[in-house]
């Protein structure tokens, strides 16, 4: 089991261009959730992602925006880049019919915008 | 609104001492409560969770914690500290009904001295 895979490891940006970032679930799980860590910080949520749709956001601009494809992996897009959107962007997936379970995560895409 | 506090920034060990990490949370009922350890560059590891049951939660790497409701805390113990367990860590909060959507503290960095 690879667990939940990110691409790409690391990203850099120019202010005002767009990004995408991938995500692929741990197998058997249905649900993403991303997450943005900025430098010294704990993560925030910025959206959650189950049966394509989104299921929660949380305090993030319209910049900010999503998809989950049938296979459940999920994308990322952030438009208009601006320099405080550098960050790593975390990526959990977890099984919204097991609720005794818990969100694994991936190992991020370390975003730079310059 | 859920949320997490970790009022330590920063704390430094000795080798083989022990070691508590404290984490407050504010949730109106009983929340499921999460710790997850972070290196450097690195994505989340789940250390312990706790949903309910015993309140004193076992987990990986010899770590353990106490929920205690009274005091609104989910403190991390471990009883002799590796030069492997410097990270920083994070004590995160979410709600039964939408588990999958984490509040995270900001983090405690742990250096562990020789």
């Known amino acids: 089991d690879a667990g939940v895979t990110q691409s790409p490891t690391h990203l850099i940006k120019t202010r005002g261009q767009q990004v995408t970032l991938r995500c692929s679930p741990k197998?058997?799980?249905?649900?993403v959730s991303w997450y943005q860590q900025a430098l010294g910080q704990g993560p925030q949520f910025i959206f959650q992602?189950?049966?394509?749709?989104?299921?929660q956001r949380g305090n993030f601009p319209d910049r900010f925006s999503g998809h989950q494809f049938p296979n459940y992996s999920s994308e990322l897009n952030v438009n208009a880049l601006l320099l405080g959107d550098s960050a790593l962007y975390l990526c959990?997936?977890?099984?919204?019919?097991?609720?005794?379970?818990?969100?694994?995560f991936g190992q991020g895409t370390r975003l730079t915008v310059v | 609104a859920q949320s997490v506090t970790q009022p330590d920034i920063h704390i430094t060990v000795s080798e083989g001492a022990s070691l508590e990490l404290r984490c407050n949370y504010s949730y109106g009922a009983t929340p499921y409560l999460f710790w997850y350890v972070q290196s450097p560059g690195q994505g989340l590891q789940l250390l312990l969770k706790?949903?309910?049951?015993?309140?004193l939660v076992q987990g990986i790497k010899g770590f353990e914690a106490e929920f205690k409701r009274s005091q609104s805390s989910f403190n991390l113990r471990k009883p002799s500290v590796h030069w492997s367990d410097a990270a920083e860590y994070f004590c995160?909060?979410?709600?039964?009904?939408?588990?999958?959507?984490?509040?995270f503290g900001a983090g405690t960095t742990v250096t562990v001295r020789a």
């Open positions: 706790y949903f309910s049951g015993d309140t």
């Open positions: 197998s058997g799980h249905d649900t």
């Open positions: 959990a997936s977890s099984n919204v019919r097991d609720s005794n379970t818990e969100a694994f």
């Open positions: 992602y189950y049966e394509e749709e989104e299921r």
């Open positions: 995160a909060v979410g709600a039964p009904s939408n588990d999958y959507k984490l509040s």
